[in-house]
């Protein structure tokens, strides 16, 4: 009896010495992204992470949010029709787009202010994306600078552009986008004036943050957040100069540019000679037109809902556009995909490769760069899970056939 009591004291003895170590194994970045299954998993821990209006930032969409609903649920009206008995031992998700090939049919889009979230921004989700063997799109208002970017992750990237009225500006964003190897122009085409995201406006939300009672309180309630967030600040768009403190629509209203029409895409083209994509096309006849104009790459896309409210579903506005621009220029799809069988559903519907931004946010803020790449290990498992199942060992095999409406 004596020797079994002895055996449990070393025993929790050696238990006690190494619980420091597990304790920071377990609280680690690395362990709390591996603990999330899926993407909702990773947005619910980052609203429990990240300070409310910050998350309310990222998650919130315009007045009622019916867009951002609407894009979720077309493609629930989607189902699939899967083949039978088909060899799928080996699954091929590689795709080309604008040239580039990548590992999957996946990119990761603009999100301004990422820097926000989590203090690494808009480097951690550039370098996740890289490491998926994929394309990372970087924001006119990242958080990060396009230098300080391109030296943390020196993959593939894009640059996104909003027309600001400053067009000295423009010139000199583009002219930094060039020199630092960005292969392709992201013109954002759906933001003439800000839309408005009543959670933001609840909460004040502005650039810098206002500190108030309110938002010290929510900062002690996300401890590890607030430590990051006061270790690192991250505060303010890194590529230009912001003076004092407004919300992020007054800026927006007062530095875009409202006036912007077809007319400029030729300024454009004389300053950027890479390829070219337009974000924000809903129409088929925008697509049509755009193609005219050169345009290399259409991005179907309503801003995720964050724009303009009770728009149509992007997955819904996606087969028009496909038919219309008729292979003069690739189709890419964005806004609502959470699942593989998203992906599915678009690249069969036309699309060459879908953008999903809100997720590797999610990612980030729940688990900082970990918690970007789980959210890319969990996209890469479904859509190779979800292919095998369907019948199609190659995303290059599907077609509107493998969709039933």
Known sequence: MNALLELVARQLAEDLRRAPDAARTWFSDEARAARCGSLAELRTRARRTVARPVFDYVDGAAWDEV???RNREAFGRLALAPKALVDVSS???????????IALPIIAPPTGLTGLVH???????????HAAGTIYAQSTLSSLSIEEVHAAAPGPKWFQLYVQTDRGLVE????????AGHEALMLTVDVAVAGVRERDVRNRFSVPPRLTARTLLDGLAHPRWSAAFAARPRIMPGNFAFEGTARLAEHVNRQFDPAVTWDDLAWLRERWSGPLAIKGIMR????ARAVEHGVEAIIVSNHGGRQLDHAQATIEALPAIVEAVGGRAEVLLDSGVRRGTDI??????????VLVGRPLVYGLGAAGEPGVRRAFELMRAELATALALAGYPRVAELGPDAVVR
Not at 91 to 101: C, K
Not at 119 to 129: H, L, N, S
């Open 91 to 101: 699954i091929d998700m590689a795709t080309t787009v604008l040239g580039r090939r």
């Open 119 to 129: 203090p690494d921004g808009e480097a951690a989700i550039a370098r996740a994306a």
């Open 172 to 179: 000199e964003l583009l002219a930094r986008a060039r020199a």
């Open 284 to 287: 088929a006849d925008d697509a």
């Open 67 to 69: 867009t951002a609903r």
């Open 344 to 353: 599915i559903k678009a690249l069969a519907l036309g699309a060459r490769a």
